[in-house]
């Protein structure tokens, strides 16, 4: 008989229980070259091997001779092959009961809101085996569809991509929804670095001759929003340079709101430790400029009916024109919202500059052709200089000439934007750049009482920031009633913070501590922990000494000292963990800073009252202990703060608490 020991060697290593040692399988190979048989270079096949017994092998030869077809069932191979006979025979049931159901099902349509309801019960794998089957027989792109869409759902571009493969192999055509999906599902991909060369790709062989399925405008527009996220400007310009500039597959207001989004992107990563502030300025500068370029363009393609503007568009290009950095730039923003919505202007127009000194900040300007070149390159853009007149004539009114000879004035056929919400923040933010507090409140009223808009949170937070940089402490407490009064917009902490520090600010008024008590009193019935905030608490303690009067500052010690003294114990101070994430520690750690800043300045605070107090000893007596109290707390937080980095933005309160409280 035959005897191959490699062949022998591999089945008795294969065996779970009982492996022979090196000896033993030694003792094969010396027993099958001494019996004269060819060893396994003389077979190209394996077969069961069997083994005559002896003195060093008995054991495994009478195991090997055991294998044989009706004793499968004994022994650990024998329930490692029946284990793999219940599976075959599982997936055979399967496999019947796959193509019962497509008997049953014998329509795309049915299969379709077969496979959707199967993914809304999370049963992928039947759905996909169904789909597999049926693409024998049929037509079934839109339960391909459905798989990959389902796949892009739970972030898994990876899968969804190789579903889209398989789906071409399987002689699936993929249609327009089909890109439409896998674009889409790439734009929100965890891995966005690598889903710009997917979606160039993808978008390539949508563009070959021989493809049945031509990119639409909103193929393209998922492509450029791919690029403009990851600040990929030069692929999103060689995309963009290939559109024609009307007609089928022209760009639309879509498509001109992620390219001005990916430039404002592009020059908002430009700042950095590594560079100087004027070249992080001469760089928006030149975004900026770019920017207006386009926007030249758009307003002549909008006069013409070839492009009809929304409001992300417009807001997309007031972003930009903020992050120029000029008065002029916010200046235009009001001229931007009139020309687009026909919302008058609050504000009165900034008087241009002339002279040798009006092209100094506006060294370089984009081409105007920006589009259409074939090159792809922003870098290859020419550049000119310009002055102020020229800057602010893509922000003119519309004016639709009307012949002398026509008694009826000429329909206006441009059809303006429609102003909601990022509008509203968009002219606030631009009016707290400007320092115009009362063309702030204009737009504020203009928009509750003739556009009929309710203010949202971010609307809210925009007009605070402006009361504050105008030291409004009376009207930023009204707004945070008007707040108060609508459950459906929450009351959050930087809200009190913004408010109470416009309240600091209000040093000259002499009602800005009452509006600070109201601020703390509202703080404590509308914010989690009974209005625990160190940073606010700061602020009322600040506003308490610029008060000058020993009585508040000693009502402001003792409401503050309540809250902290209520929510503040040994095992309540946050302490930086190793186990915590970077995030987690970093807040902790501002938090703990900020409340060694607040411990400090109560403690500060009643030392002072007890210095210049004519107080009874019973009353002295409470105010040590606040001391000692307080003092305590201050020791063990710089105790736990030991060897930790300090936050930024201690810094600034450092200069201002050194004085402490009267």
């Known amino acids: 008989m035959w005897i191959c020991y490699d062949c022998i060697k591999r089945s008795i290593l294969s065996l779970p229980q009982h492996r022979p ?43 090997l001779t055991a294998w044989s077809r009706r004793d499968l069932r004994y022994g650990s191979y024998g329930d490692a092959q029946a284990n793999v006979r219940v599976k075959l025979a599982k997936k055979h049931k399967k ?26 019960k999370d049963q992928f794998d039947p759905a996909l085996s169904l789909v597999r089957d049926a693409s024998k027989s049929m037509d079934c792109t839109v339960s391909w569809n459905h798989l990959i869409n389902y796949s892009m759902r739970i972030k898994k571009s990876h899968a969804a991509i190789t579903l889209y493969n398989e789906m071409k192999k399987r002689a699936q055509t993929p249609d327009s929804y089909t ?42 527009n998922l492509v450029l929003k791919i690029c403009a996220k990851v600040k990929d400007l030069d692929s999103l310009w060689s995309v963009a340079s290939k559109l024609p500039e009307r007609g089928i597959g022209a760009p639309d207001a879509i498509t001109w709101t992620t390219i001005l989004n990916a430039i404002r992107f592009e020059a908002e990563s430009v700042s950095g430790p590594l560079r100087s502030t004027e070249q992080v300025f001469e760089w928006k500068q030149k975004a900026v400029i770019k920017g207006r370029r ?8 909008w006069r013409v009916g ?30 931007l919202v009139k020309q687009t919505m026909c919302i008058p202007r609050m504000a ?40 102020d007149a020229e800057k602010s004539s893509e922000f003119e009114v519309l004016v639709v000439a009307r012949p002398a000879r026509l008694e009826k004035p000429l329909v206006h056929t441009v059809s303006y934007a429609s102003p909601s919400y990022n509008t509203l923040s968009l002219l606030i933010e631009a009016c707290e750049k400007l320092f115009n507090k009362k063309a702030a409140m204009r737009y504020w009223e203009y928009f509750q009482q003739n556009v009929g808009l309710a203010p949202d949170s971010a609307n809210y937070h925009s007009y605070l920031r402006v009361l504050r940089v105008m030291r409004a402490g009376g009207q930023a407490l009204e707004i945070v009633r008007m707040m108060a009064k609508r459950p459906e917009i929450p009351l959050e902490t930087k809200t009190f913070r913004i408010a109470m520090s416009a309240c600091a600010r209000d040093k000259i008024n002499r009602q800005s501590f009452d509006h ?19 940073v606010s608490m700061i602020g009322y303690l600040e506003v308490a000494q610029h008060a000058r009067d020993r009585g508040k ?33 970093a807040k902790a750690t501002k938090e703990l800073l900020y409340l060694g800043e607040l411990a400090g300045m109560l403690e500060r605070g009643f030392v002072r009252s007890l210095n210049r107090s004519g107080d009874d000893r019973k009353r002295q007596g409470e105010y040590r202990q606040e001391i000692q109290k307080w003092s305590d707390l201050r020791k063990r937080i710089q105790k736990l703060s030991q060897g930790m980095k300090k936050e930024k933005i201690m810094s600034s309160f450092n200069e201002r608490l050194k004085s402490g409280l009267l």
Request: net charge neutral; no cysteine.
């Open 21 to 63: 040692s090196t000896v033993q399988v030694q003792s094969w190979r010396q027993s099958a070259s001494l019996s004269g048989r060819p060893n396994s270079s003389t077979r190209s096949y394996a077969g069961v091997a069997t083994a005559h017994a002896s003195k060093e092998t008995g054991g495994f030869n009478r195991q």
């Open 348 to 387: 009165s127009r900034l008087p241009l500059r002339e002279g040798k000194g009006a092209n100094k900040s506006d060294a370089t300007t984009t081409s105007p052709r920006l589009l259409g070149d074939g090159h792809g390159k922003s870098e290859d853009l020419e550049v000119s200089p310009r002055n």
């Open 516 to 534: 600070a008590n109201e601020l703390m009193e509202l703080m404590k019935t509308h914010l989690s922990g009974g209005g625990y905030d160190p």
């Open 179 to 220: 890109y439409g999906l896998i674009l889409r599902g790439l734009t929100e991909a965890l891995d966005p670095q690598s889903s710009v060369a997917k979606a160039l790709s993808i978008y390539q062989s949508m563009q070959a001759p021989n493809s049945p399925i031509k990119p639409a405008i909103t193929h393209v």
């Open 294 to 301: 386009i926007w030249g363009d758009l307003v002549g393609k």
């Open 553 to 585: 500052v000693l009502h402001a010690l003792q409401t503050v000292g309540r809250i902290v003294d209520q929510h503040v114990q040994d095992e309540d101070v946050p302490r930086p963990r190793k186990e915590t994430a970077k995030i987690k520690k």
């Open 306 to 335: 070839d492009l009809q503007v929304d409001e992300q568009l417009v807001s997309a290009m007031g972003r930009l024109l903020l992050l120029g950095g000029q008065p002029r730039d916010y200046d235009d923003v009001l001229s």
């Open 95 to 120: 496999e019947v009961n796959v193509k019962e159901e497509l008997k049953r099902l014998g329509d795309p349509f049915r299969l379709g809101l077969r496979v959707t309801d199967l993914l809304s």
